[in-house]
Structure formats: C-alpha cells, structure tokens
C-alpha cells in the first residue's frame, strides 16, 4: 500500500502536465478566420497613415461572390496628436486566399 501513496501524486501531476500541454496547443491554433486581413488591414493603414493604431475592432465580413469576400476593420489611430479613425476593408479571393484590393474610409474616433 505505501507504493499507491506516492504513485497517487506522481500520476496527478502527469495528468495536469499533459492536459495543460494540449491546452496551450489547441489554443494557439485557434486564431480567428480575419486573423490575416487584420494584420494586413493594420500594415497597410500604417503605410497610408504614418500614424500609430490604438485599437482595432473587426466590423464583420461580407460575401460578395462564390470566390470573393471582403472583411471590414475599425482601425483607431494618433494623427498629429489627435485621436482619428479609419475603416480599412480588405477585398480577397476566398479561394485561393489572395489579396485583391484595401479601400479606406475616414470616420470619426
């Protein structure tokens, strides 16, 4: 009996040490699917703008066609020391994943 006393720890730990690897795992796979157009929105926000990005809120995603889509994000930027806002909407073929066009629109912060 005494061998069931330490194996009891040893075993519990094994089981946490496992289940928090496969956590950390399916975790960092889980990026949402406008994960690339983010990043994409906000490089090319920053080249067009010069300014900084304080925030980012993704509006949505709209289907135009059976091979194109176009995801919508909020970027919040530091112009000239003032707070200013843009809607960057990135147009992409939803087949192959390629870039097809970034439209800009100013609005307010």
């Known amino acids: 009996m005494p061998t ?13 040490s496992l289940s928090l690897m496969f956590a950390n795992v399916s975790l960092a796979s889980s990026q949402p699917s406008y994960a690339k157009w983010g990043r994409i929105a906000m490089k090319e926000a920053q080249h067009k703008y010069q300014a900084p990005i304080t925030d980012y809120l993704h509006v949505g995603r709209t289907t135009i066609s059976s091979t194109q889509a176009e995801e919508t994000f909020k970027l919040l930027m530091t112009k000239e020391g003032r707070p200013s806002a843009v809607f960057v909407t990135i147009r992409f073929n939803s087949v192959t994943e390629s870039l097809v066009s970034v439209r800009y629109k100013e609005t307010t912060p």
């Open 4 to 16: 069931n006393r330490f194996m009891i720890p040893i075993v519990l730990s094994l089981m946490l």
